[in-house]
C-alpha cells in the first residue's frame, strides 16, 4: 500500500545530489522545485517519492529553510543531533533541562525570567533539571539506593538566561545548546612562516627512496633549523624556536599515505599496495501524533521460547523461571491503529528505540507469520512523539535517537496519565479484552487475585505470547467499531485519513541507519570495511583508504537490510554499498543461517562463495523465516552482544570473483563446469556409438576426458 505523503514548503530533498523543496502535493504526487534554479520543476508520484525515500543517496530534511533553521546553520550548528560527540551531547542535554525547568515554573506563574527571580527559584529549577536528567541519564542504570550519580554545576542566572533565549529562537530545538568551544582558542600561527616552511620539510626527507626512519628524519628536520639559525645569526636576525621532536612527528604523521609511499617505494609499488576494489558505477501523513508508552502484562508466562521448551526434559519444565513480560506499545491517536509492539524483560531504553524503529516499517510480513489474517501495513513518518517520564523514554539514548530523526518529542510529567489518554486507554482495552482469556493471569493486583494459581497455570512461551498479541490487535482491535471514532474501525479510518491527508514522510534510509544502526568501528582495508563476513566501499572510504592517515571508521548496519550501510569519514556520515550483488532485502539472521549451512556443506573452503550463501539464503525455510520474524519481537531478538559473537564466527570473508568480473555464476554441479579435452589424433567420429553412449572402465588409455576427473 502506497502512502500519501505530506510535505511542508519549508522543507528540502536531496536525490542524487540534487538538492529539491516541495511546491504543491496533491492526491497523485508532488512538484519540487529545484534549490537554487528557480523555474525547474520535477514531479513525482507518491510510489516514485516512497521509493526516493529508501535510496541511499536520498536526504530529507523538515524544516530546512525555516527561519529558526537558518538561523542556527548561520551561527555554525551542525545538521543533526547525531553529528556531535556524546560529551557535547550529554552537556546540550544538560541545558535543555534547565531550559525546560524555567518553562515549567514560567508556566506556573512562578518565574518571570529576570535575575531577581531566578535566584529566588534557583533551588527550585535546579531541583527540576537534576530530577530529569537523574531520570533521563542515569534511571536506567539502576534505583538501588546510594548509587552513584556525577551532576554538573548549576549555571547562573546570566547562563541560563542566554541558553532559554536561544532555545526559544530556534523553536524549542536541541541544536540552539550545544557548546561553540569546538571553534574558540588561539587561531592564529603557532609558528611564523618560515618556520612552517622548515617544519614541512620533515615529509620530504622521510619520503625519500633512501628510506630513512622517522627519527632519522626528525633529527635532520631539527638540523635545518639549526642551521637556519646560524644563518640568521650572521644575518643579524632573531633566531627561529626549534620544535620539539614530537612537534615534528605530529606534523609528519599528518602526511599523505599515497604520497609517503609513492616517493619511498615507487608509484607502483604505491599502487600495489593501495588497490581498490569496486563494483563499478551503480546504475537505484495520518501520524500526526503517536504515543509510545510501556506496560507490564497482566499475565504469567514462560520466559523463553517455545522451540527450547519443548526439548526440556519434564523435571526441568517444572523447574522453569515464569515470570511478567513488559509491553511497549505506540499508538497513532488519529485512527487508533497500533503502530508498533514489541515484548521486552524489562524496561529499557534499547527496546524503547526498537519500539520506535518498527513504526517506520511495514509490518505486515510479521502479522502472517504469526498467522493473521488482516495485513499490519500501518507506519509512516512521525508528527509529534509522545511518551511519559519513564527512565527509558527519559534516557539520552532514546531522546538522542528522537532527535536525531528530527521529530518533536513531548514528556507530560508523570502522575497526570489524560495528558497520554489515548495510549492509556488501549492498555486498558487489553486489560479488559485479552487478559481474561489468558491461562496465568494476575487479575491486576493480589486482592482480586485471590488464591487463583498464577504461576501453575502459565503455559504460554514468549513466541506464543507475541502470536495471541499479534492476533488481537491485527484481526480483532484493528477491525472492531471504536468509540472514539464513532463507530468506525481504525483500519477503515486509517484508510480514509490516509487517503484525505497522506502521512509524515519516513526518515530517509541514511537518516534511519545513523540514528538506529548498530555503532561498530572497523578497520579501513582496500575493499573499504568488513561487516558480517561482507565488504562494503564507497566513494568517501576509497578516498580515505588512500589519503588519510585514519584507519578507525565508524560504521551503523541496519539488521534487517545487509545491503548497504552507514559508514563515517571524518565528521559526515555516507553510505557504503555491499562489494557483492545480490544481498539487498537479506536480514543478519538470514546471512548467518546461510553462511553456517554453506560453511556445513564445504568445511574445508576457507572462502564462501557469494552465489552459494545466496542459494542457501533461498533455501531457508518459511518456517525459519516466521521464526525469525516473530522472535525479533521478543526478548530473544539479536542484540549488540549477539552480533559481536556472530561477528567473531562470522570469519570467512563472502567473495565472489566470476560474478564480480560479471562471469557466468557456477552451476550446483562441479562436472558441468569441466573442461572436455580430446587428443588431436581421436574424435568424436572415431569412437564407437556405445562409448559415446555408456561410459567403460578399462586398462587402455583414454580417448576424451575432463580436466577434473580424478584418474
Request: with cysteine; hydrophobic share 35%; net charge neutral.
Amino acid at each position: 500500500m502506497t502512502l500519501r505523503f505530506r510535505f511542508s514548503k519549508s522543507d528540502m530533498i536531496t536525490a542524487a545530489g540534487v538538492a529539491m523543496r516541495p511546491i504543491e502535493i496533491n492526491d497523485v504526487g508532488g512538484t519540487f522545485e529545484r534549490v537554487g534554479q528557480p523555474g525547474i520543476t520535477e514531479a513525482f508520484s507518491h510510489q516514485e517519492l516512497a521509493e526516493m525515500m529508501r535510496r541511499p543517496d536520498t536526504t530529507y530534511f523538515a524544516g530546512y529553510f525555516d527561519v529558526s533553521m537558518q538561523q542556527l546553520r548561520s551561527s555554525g550548528c551542525k545538521n543533526s543531533y547525531s553529528d556531535y560527540t556524546q560529551s557535547e551531547q550529554s552537556v546540550a542535554r544538560y541545558r535543555e533541562a534547565y531550559c525546560l525547568a524555567m518553562l515549567q515554573l514560567k508556566s506556573e506563574g512562578l518565574l518571570d525570567l529576570t535575575h531577581e527571580s531566578f535566584v529566588r527559584h534557583s533551588p527550585q529549577i535546579q531541583a527540576i533539571a537534576q530530577k530529569r536528567l537523574a531520570e533521563g541519564e542515569y534511571g536506567a542504570v539502576g534505583k538501588r539506593a546510594g548509587a552513584k550519580i556525577v551532576a554538573r554545576k548549576p549555571p547562573g542566572s546570566t547562563s541560563a538566561l542566554k541558553w532559554l533565549r536561544a532555545y526559544k529562537r530556534a523553536g524549542y530545538s536541541v541544536l540552539a545548546l550545544f557548546p561553540k568551544t569546538s571553534r574558540s582558542g588561539n587561531r592564529d600561527r603557532r609558528w611564523c612562516p618560515h618556520a612552517e616552511g622548515l617544519m614541512n620539510q620533515v615529509i620530504e626527507v622521510y619520503a625519500d627512496t633512501q628510506r630513512p626512519t622517522k627519527a632519522q628524519a626528525i633529527k635532520s628536520t631539527q638540523a635545518l633549523f639549526e642551521e637556519e639559525n646560524r644563518s640568521r645569526v650572521e644575518q643579524a636576525l632573531p633566531p627561529l624556536a626549534i620544535p620539539s621532536a614530537s612537534s615534528i612527528k605530529r606534523r609528519l604523521d599528518l602526511a599523505d599515505p599515497f604520497y609517503i609511499r609513492a616517493k619511498r617505494y615507487g608509484i607502483a609499488a604505491a599502487a600495489s599496495h593501495f588497490t581498490l576494489f569496486s563494483n563499478g558505477p551503480d546504475v537505484q501523513r495520518p501520524m500526526e501524533r503517536v504515543e509510545m508508552d510501556e506496560n507490564r502484562l497482566d499475565v504469567i508466562s514462560l520466559l523463553t521460547l517455545s522451540g527450547i521448551w519443548d526439548h526440556l526434559p519434564r523435571d526441568r519444565q517444572v523447574r522453569f523461571e515464569t515470570g511478567r513480560r513488559w509491553l511497549y506499545i505506540a499508538i497513532d491517536c488519529a485512527t487508533k491503529c497500533v503502530v508498533s509492539m514489541r515484548l521486552a524483560e524489562t524496561p529499557n531504553s534499547d527496546d524503547a528505540i526498537r519500539a520506535l524503529r518498527d513504526i517506520f516499517e511495514d509490518k505486515t510480513r510479521i502479522a502472517a507469520a504469526a498467522g493473521c489474517e488482516s495485513s499490519w501495513h500501518h507506519h509512516g513518518g512521525i508528527g509529534t512523539l509522545v511518551t511519559d517520564m519513564g527512565s527509558a523514554f527519559g534516557s539520552e539514548q532514546f531522546q538522542g535517537t528522537v532527535s536525531s530523526l528530527g521529530n518533536t518529542a513531548h514528556l507530560p510529567p508523570a502522575g497526570v496519565p489524560w495528558l497520554r489518554g489515548h495510549i492509556e486507554s488501549f492498555f486498558r482495552t487489553l486489560g479488559h479484552q485479552l487478559m481474561p482469556l489468558l491461562a496465568g493471569r494476575t487479575f491486576f493486583d493480589t486482592v482480586q487475585r485471590g488464591d487463583y494459581p498464577s504461576e501453575q497455570l502459565a503455559c504460554l512461551c514468549d513466541d506464543d505470547l507475541i502470536k495471541v498479541l499479534l492476533t488481537f490487535v491485527v484481526d480483532i482491535y484493528h477491525n472492531q467499531s471504536h468509540g472514539s471514532l464513532k463507530g468506525e474501525t481504525p483500519n477503515a479510518a486509517w484508510a480514509r485519513l490516509v487517503a484525505e491527508h497522506g502521512t509524515p514522510p519516513i526518515p530517509d534510509g541514511l537518516t534511519l541507519r545513523k540514528a538506529f544502526g548498530r555503532p561498530m568501528q572497523r578497520k579501513l582495508r582496500g575493499d573499504g570495511v568488513r561487516f558480517s563476513g561482507l565488504s562494503y566501499s564507497c566513494e568517501a572510504l576509497r578516498e580515505a583508504y588512500l589519503h588519510s592517515p585514519v584507519r578507525d571508521v565508524e560504521i551503523r548496519a541496519d539488521l534487517n537490510d545487509i545491503g548497504w550501510i552507514a559508514v563515517r569519514v571524518g565528521a559526515t556520515w555516507y553510505p557504503a554499498m555491499a562489494n557483492e550483488q545480490g544481498f539487498d532485502g537479506i536480514s543478519y539472521d538470514q546471512l548467518r543461517e546461510g553462511m553456517r549451512a554453506t560453511r556445513h556443506q564445504h568445511k574445508r573452503d576457507a572462502m564462501l562463495d557469494a552465489p552459494k550463501v545466496q542459494r542457501a539464503i533461498e533455501r531457508i525455510s518459511e518456517a525459519n523465516r516466521q521464526a525469525f520474524a516473530l522472535r525479533e519481537l521478543t526478548p530473544f531478538h539479536m542484540t549488540d552482544l549477539d552480533v559481536a559473537r556472530s561477528e567473531a564466527s562470522l570469519h570467512y570473508a563472502i567473495r565472489s570473483d566470476a560474478q564480480r568480473l560479471g562471469k557466468i555464476q557456477p552451476t550446483s554441479d562441479p562436472l558441468a563446469d569441466g573442461i572436455t579435452i580430446s587428443p588431436q589424433n581421436a574424435t568424436s567420429d572415431d569412437m564407437p556409438e556405445i562409448a559415446k553412449a555408456t561410459p567403460t572402465v578399462s586398462s587402455q588409455p583414454k580417448t576424451s576426458w575432463r580436466i577434473d576427473d580424478d584418474s
